[in-house]
């Protein structure tokens, strides 16, 4: 089974804070992904990473950004936490292109941080 | 650009009865995948069911099936003999299936709410 962590469940920080949510990742998965879930909105894509020290904008990239140094590991950094931030954020892993060339496409979840920016 | 539609925020059903959600996708591609992912409270966000859309045959886990309609753009998700257990938020995803395709994202709905009454 494929297991996808976040360093923490619940975290509170303060306006101006800079802070880091990491998820891991332990199947070889080529691709990973950070999403904030908030009410009413859905999942909107923040960052994508789809190789080590690769990243793409998603569709809400502002007042963030990324790092991917190892495979395994896909970190999120607020530069400077705002209130509006405040909401879950959610890792999420794909095997990214198979041997045949085709596109594999499963996503696998992890279980979300409750980011509160104080 | 690609886009997922569910159009009920909320849906309640009785125990042991048959629920459908509904989910309408926008695109211009021939090739790609549909999901549904059920994200229960509090806890891990997993793959209900896929359908790949060269297949005219409506995927099927055990009390889940869906009715897709290619024509009408259209992924139904039933839920047959409704249990507690099937308490959660659902979302339907799209993903395109295009060979080399970098972007790698997935495009969710907003979400629908299913309540379960005992």
């Known amino acids: 089974d494929v297991k996808v962590t976040q360093s923490s469940r619940y975290l509170v920080k303060r306006t101006g804070e800079k802070v880091f949510l990491e998820c891991v990742q332990d199947?070889?998965?080529?691709?990973m992904f950070w999403y904030r879930q908030d009410p009413g909105l859905g999942l909107r894509l923040i960052y994508f990473?789809?190789?080590?020290?690769?990243?793409e904008k998603g569709d809400i990239p502002e007042g963030y950004s990324v790092s991917r140094e190892k495979k395994e590991r896909f970190s999120l950094i607020l530069e400077s936490a705002s209130t509006n931030q405040t909401s879950m954020y959610l890792c999420?892993?794909?095997?990214?292109?198979?041997?045949?060339?085709?596109?594999?496409?499963?996503?696998?979840f992890g279980p979300g941080t409750r980011l509160t920016v104080l | 650009a690609q886009t997922v539609t569910q159009s009920q925020p909320e849906m309640s059903v009785q125990e042991a009865e048959t629920v459908t959600l509904s989910c309408t996708y926008d695109?211009?591609?021939?090739?790609?995948?549909l999901f549904w992912y059920k994200q229960p409270p509090s806890r891990q966000m997993i793959l209900v069911i896929r359908?790949?859309?060269?297949?005219?045959q409506n995927a099927t886990e055990n009390r889940f099936s869906v009715n897709f309609q290619k024509a009408a753009k259209s992924f139904s998700l039933k839920i047959s003999d409704s249990q507690l257990g099937d308490a959660a938020m659902y979302f339907c995803?799209?993903?395109?299936?295009?060979?080399?395709?970098?972007?790698?994202?997935?495009?969710f709905g907003k979400g629908t709410r299913l309540h379960i009454l005992p």
């Open positions: 695109t211009s591609e021939s090739d790609y995948y």
């Open positions: 995803a799209y993903r395109s299936a295009l060979f080399m395709n970098r972007d790698d994202k997935i495009i």
């Open positions: 199947m070889d998965h080529e691709n």
């Open positions: 359908q790949e859309a060269y297949k005219q």
């Open positions: 990473s789809y190789d080590v020290k690769m990243k």
């Open positions: 999420a892993t794909n095997p990214g292109l198979a041997g045949y060339g085709l596109a594999t496409d499963t996503q696998y």
